[in-house]
């Protein structure tokens, strides 16, 4: 037992660890026990900077939103001074859950059970002093810290999180030219995946299986090119190409499809294929420009491809973004929430149409997905045994299954070092 909400052994989970090989995939526990399900949640997601959504999802006074994840809930919600704030879901009474939706607009905060009143600053407005004999001051919403990296959310659930500053400093410098702050939601699909979410961000780490299962994917990008001797010199072309032109336009270099920035977390700009400025079906924009790429046209900004460990991924072209967020489910299911977003002053119909903005992102997701379930399924049977990785393509795997290892030992000891960052070479996706 651990002291925690979840329930698992850390001498167990230690010597799982400690038996790692150092190479290759994991052993079938990590991707099917329970109760390396319940020692993640613990040590990794309550304990790491999650992504929740963008800041433009609840952008009026008393908009808000939850999302949930484990025995968690969080309210995020912009305050009548228009700060943002989060806060636990759980009333200071009796413990129900305040919001039950997952987005809406209010003056304040009623518990559905006895009607307790919380300000959208989390403060309890219910009178208790003479009845409860405690001061509302002393009841109002459990706080949640709450970081806003350039429109993008991310919270801490746990008492210890880790550092943070050096993510959001060095995202957030990438990531102020897109413009998320001036975004609005275009469309958001749920999918529920039958797979362990660290298989899910494995097969987002790499891009030895695009030519297989990414056909649009692979024709607007130099991911699976840069390792054909034949295709490589015009990879290498692209690359000086794209890194005069983003520092013409105040983007800094090109940078290889997969250089992480951080042990945990990286913001790429990489250029696209000749011809394409954004990733569509065509490579042809399908909605107006965004931030700062707004004031000039003529240049393609290529696409900005940022990673966070362990739930978040986004590639932002200059007129559009699609970022994913994972929530873990159990030890065999996690949930991914792909999102669209655009100009907020874009119309629908008549500056973009979602039948031209969604399918390069919704049909490469949607071949990841059926991959990871197969993934799963596989490994669900008692002779998988974990095979090598390559040297070459997998290498951004291989740092994501060391990161995750160290994670999860870190708070007895502290057997795995974080990854430096990778070289040039690697291969991956980065969605």
């Known amino acids: 037992m651990t002291g925690s909400v979840y329930d698992y052994d850390p001498e167990r989970i230690e010597a799982l660890c400690g038996a790692y090989r150092g190479a290759g995939p994991l052993t079938r526990p990590f991707y099917t026990s329970p109760e390396i399900h319940n020692a993640d949640m613990d040590r990794i997601w309550r304990r790491h900077w999650l992504y929740a959504g963008h800041a433009c999802l609840i952008p009026r006074p008393g908009d808000w939103m939850t999302w949930a994840i484990g025995f968690d809930s969080v309210i995020l919600a912009r305050g009548k001074d228009g700060e943002l704030r989060a806060f636990h879901n759980t009333c200071r009474h009796r413990g129900a859950r305040v919001c039950r939706e997952e ?14 009143t919380y300000d959208l600053d989390g403060r309890l407005k219910t009178a208790t002093e003479r009845e409860f004999g405690v001061h509302p001051s002393r009841l109002g919403l459990h706080p949640v810290p709450l970081k806003n990296v350039a429109g993008l959310l991310f919270v801490a659930l ?70 054909s001797p034949q295709t490589m010199p015009e990879v290498e072309r692209a690359e000086k190409l794209a890194s005069e032109r983003f520092a013409r336009m105040g983007l800094g270099d090109a940078m290889a499809s997969s250089e992480m920035t951080g042990a945990y977390w990286r913001a790429a700009r990489t250029p696209l294929v000749e011809g394409w ?22 240049w393609s900004a290529g696409t900005l491809r940022s990673t966070i460990f362990p739930n978040f991924w986004q590639h932002a072209s200059d007129d559009h973004a699609v970022a994913t967020r994972l929530t873990p489910i159990d030890a065999t299911t996690c949930q991914a929430d792909v999102t669209w977003f655009v100009h907020k002053d874009a119309v629908e119909g008549k500056d973009y149409d979602l039948a031209k903005l969604m399918p390069f992102w919704q049909r490469t997701s949607e071949q990841d997905w059926e991959i990871c379930e197969a993934n799963q399924a596989g490994i ?27 994670a999860l030992v870190s708070r007895f000891r502290r057997s795995y070092p974080l990854p430096r960052a990778l070289p040039r070479t690697s291969e991956s996706k980065g969605h």
């Open 158 to 227: 746990g008492d210890d999180p880790v550092s943070f500053d050096r993510v959001a400093a060095e995202v957030g410098d990438e990531m102020k030219h897109q413009g998320l702050e001036d975004a609005k939601l275009a469309k958001s699909v749920r999918y529920t995946v039958k797979a362990n979410w660290k298989l899910v961000f494995e097969n987002n780490r790499e891009c030895y299986h695009c030519n297989t299962a990414h056909p649009e994917y692979v024709r607007g990008t130099y991911d699976t090119a840069r390792f």
């Open 103 to 116: 987005q809406g607009h209010a003056r304040a905060f009623v518990c559905p059970y006895h009607a307790w």
């Open 380 to 406: 669900l049977s008692p002779r998988y045994e974990p095979g090598p990785y390559s040297s070459v393509r997998e290498t951004n795997v291989q740092h994501f299954v060391d990161w995750y290892l160290g």
């Open 277 to 298: 400025v954004t990733q569509s079906l065509d490579g042809k924009r399908v909605a107006p420009l965004m931030g700062t790429f707004r004031a000039r046209n003529e």
